[in-house]
């Protein structure tokens, strides 16, 4: 009862909303939910979580400045996570630099 009164609460005062995947987090219901929510989640089934937030939070907006930085390169990616060139060059088979290696 406590607990669903602290998810009440945090998920009024949340303003982000994030969805889960079922296929990765299969003991979650695919329902939005807050960030607040999640992490509540996330320390109930790892004590660890919030030693390890920064972390994940670090490698999470990295891996975001990766995608941004081949996306605006004119890359693109197919639903089986195949990258390829604006020219069409699957990215195996690139010869060129990789859009995230020109900085």
Same mark, same amino acid.
């Given at each position: 009862? &406590?607990?669903? #009164?602290?998810l009440?609460? =945090? #998920?009024r ?16 219901a ?9 992490? &509540?989640?996330?320390?109930? !089934? ?6 390890? =937030? ?8 990295? #891996?975001?400045?990766?995608?941004? !930085? ?21 990215? #195996?088979?690139?010869?060129?630099? =990789?859009?995230?290696? =020109?900085?």
């Amino acid at each position: 009862m &406590l607990q669903q #009164h602290i998810l009440d609460s =945090l #998920h009024r005062s949340s303003k982000r909303v994030v969805t889960l995947d079922p296929i990765h987090f299969d003991s979650f219901a695919s329902k939005p939910m807050s960030d607040a929510e999640f992490n &509540l989640l996330m320390v109930s !089934k790892y004590p660890n979580w919030y030693d390890l =937030l920064p972390q994940v939070e670090s490698a999470m907006a990295a #891996h975001e400045q990766w995608m941004d !930085k081949r996306i605006s390169a004119g890359w693109e990616i197919d639903e089986y996570g195949s990258w390829y060139a604006a020219d069409g060059t699957p990215e #195996h088979e690139w010869d060129g630099d =990789l859009p995230e290696d =020109l900085e």
